[in-house]
């Protein structure tokens, strides 16, 4: 496999992996404070991926100069994924996903602006028709809500979170220095946790962590493991092999994944209308990855 082929493949499992945290955040979101659970993801994301680190590449000292850069990046990350499980309090999961196909084309601009990626005119009709797809979906079918651009409050909070996560993914190889994915995953995920422990502190120590429901603890434990260590890596990955516009043109992906998921877990399909603006997310991402 060519290098950017490799890089399609890791992301085409990184959104399959997102989708569950979808699926699964929204039955514990509210149960517990977004900034306790992600605090604890972090911390048992920090020790997985950092074992994996040290038995695989190690961690040279080079790894440890400007610790500034990953600060920067654990601060966008930390915001996304606060901001997520505090919209899935109120956003179903298939807007919630849909309002993350949104990033696409936030992070084309962001692209642009740090790395001075160019976007060609066939990538842009696909940004824009991925975008037209997902407020479809947002508004659950809802035309008069589409135009009055009447949109829920997990939704709109969401997408703030968006905006945090479309930063962070051309800044990493802005700042990645030549460590490897692995490594460089590891010190991210110390800097979301330096972060979230200042952020959720209080939460932290006023959250009864024995008598929480196991859907939470099920819930820590895949975003961690699967939402966390793997996705960080794939993304990483991706991003030093492919533009940052195709990295999260995958994202078109998730809301197609969390149909699914959300079956798989007993859950209902969405009405076919809806599906109609995942089908457009879709035709974007062909779009967007055609050479």
Not at 107 to 128: C, E, F, H, S, W
Not at 138 to 159: P, Q, W
Not at 211 to 227: D, E, F, K, N, R
């Amino acid at each position: 496999m060519t290098p950017a082929l490799r890089g399609h493949a890791a992301m085409a499992l990184f959104s399959l992996l997102v989708a569950g945290s979808f699926a699964l955040g929204s039955l514990a979101a509210n149960e517990v404070s977004p900034a306790a659970l992600n605090a604890v993801r972090f911390a048992i994301a920090a020790v997985v991926i950092g074992t994996a680190a040290f038995v695989t590449t190690g961690v040279p000292r080079s790894a440890i100069a400007a610790p500034w850069r990953y600060l920067i990046l654990g601060g966008f990350l930390a915001t996304y994924f606060v901001l997520m499980f505090e919209g899935l309090k109120t956003a179903p999961p298939v807007s919630a996903a849909a309002v993350f196909t949104l990033t696409p084309m936030l992070t084309a601009g962001a692209g642009y602006l740090l790395l001075r990626q160019i976007l060609t005119a066939r990538m842009a009709v696909a940004l824009a028709l991925g975008a037209v797809g997902a407020l479809w979906v947002i508004s659950k079918a809802d035309l008069a809500a589409l135009l009055r651009f009447e949109f829920g409050r997990g939704e709109v909070i969401y997408f703030f979170g968006c905006v945090a996560h479309a930063i962070y993914t051309p800044l990493i190889p802005k700042l990645n220095r030549g460590e490897p994915p692995v490594v460089f995953s590891f010190f991210t995920i110390l800097g979301s946790l330096s972060v979230l422990i200042v952020w959720g502190w209080s939460d932290l120590w006023a959250t009864d962590w024995m008598s929480l429901p196991s859907i939470v603890w099920i819930t820590i434990i895949y975003v961690a493991v699967a939402a966390s260590s793997m996705t960080f890596v794939l993304l990483q990955y991706a991003s030093l092999r492919l533009p940052s516009s195709k990295v999260m043109a995958y994202t078109y992906l998730v809301p197609s994944w969390v149909i699914l998921w959300q079956l798989a877990l007993g859950g209902m399909a969405p009405p076919m209308l809806v599906v109609a603006g995942i089908a457009l997310t879709v035709l974007a991402l062909a779009m967007l990855l055609k050479e």
